[in-house]
């Protein structure tokens, strides 16, 4: 199945109906999920970001998929370095922080103790302060914000870094600093 999958990955093009068609490879072999990431961080400059494109489309369909790969998840994803990879996971992660607090999936189903949120939070500040494109920063702005509901210091540390990056930054990175700070700022 591995091969199958690499094969997959190899023939997918950025057409959303391609990376569609590969991740119904993966909804419908979940044993995919663990080889998927494992392609996601290999550092595989031909399957790597595909991979990364096709998690997401993973977890926007069944993000609990992703659950028993979490701590695998959490490890590598710090250390990606292809903004092509980045902006895929970034958006797994703001959709594992809306699951949890937007639509509210119980501790049972996503566990995310302090440990998990920490490292989410480190990821995601890391990825906020790097020079890579805006829309992992944007994601990872939302991340934070809802992080910061559990974890006191975010947000002061949140507002800080956007206040001190949004003027040299892109509208759109502008425009959700703004969005993020009218709801976060005393």
């Not at 199958?4 to 979940?30: F, G, I, M, Y």
């Not at 980045?86 to 992660?93: L, S």
């Not at 991340?143 to 206040?163: N, T, V």
Request: glycine share 2%.
């Amino acid at each position: 199945m591995y091969d199958q999958l690499k094969e997959a990955l190899l023939s997918t093009s950025a057409l959303r109906e391609d990376q569609k068609h590969t991740s119904r490879l993966v909804l419908e072999n979940p044993t995919l999920v663990k080889p998927l990431l494992e392609l996601i961080f290999s550092n595989d400059a031909e399957v790597s970001h595909k991979a990364a494109w096709i998690l997401e489309f993973v977890c926007k369909e069944k993000l609990s998929l992703l659950f028993q790969h979490l701590d695998y998840f959490l490890t590598h994803a710090g250390k990606l370095q292809e903004s092509s990879a980045i902006r895929p996971c970034a958006k797994v992660i703001q959709l594992m922080c809306e699951a949890r607090y937007v639509q509210e999936i119980t501790m049972e189903v996503l566990y995310l103790p302090r440990k998990r949120k920490e490292k989410l939070t480190e990821i995601c500040f890391d990825w906020l302060i790097a020079d890579i494109k805006v829309a992992p920063k944007a994601y990872s702005i939302y991340s934070l914000y809802w992080l910061g509901k559990d974890i006191d210091w975010i947000y002061p540390a949140l507002i800080a870094q956007l206040k001190k990056d949004a003027p040299d930054q892109s509208a759109g990175y502008r425009a959700t600093a703004r969005k993020i700070l009218k709801k976060i700022e005393p």
